[in-house]
């Protein structure tokens, strides 16, 4: 399942950048909030901040 998913600085709300997530169903335990959770995974692993800082939002289909 793919869904596109928005990060956002925490401070202004400002759109930093978007990813689109793939996870397969397995990892779907919690739905929506698993894209938001790995959005913010990523940008900590790319050294672009962390969930003290960012925040991500499931884009609305």
């Keep these: 399942m793919k869904k ?3 990060v956002f600085k925490r401070k ?12 397969d169903r397995n ?6 909030v698993e894209f938001e959770h790995e959005a913010l995974r990523l940008s900590e692993l790319e ?4 969930a003290e800082s960012l925040t991500a939002r499931v884009r609305p289909a």
């Design 4 to 6: 596109i998913v928005d």
């Design 27 to 32: 990892r779907l335990t919690s739905g929506i």
């Design 12 to 23: 202004d709300r400002s759109l930093v950048w978007t990813y689109v997530i793939s996870l």
């Design 47 to 50: 050294d672009r901040g962390g």
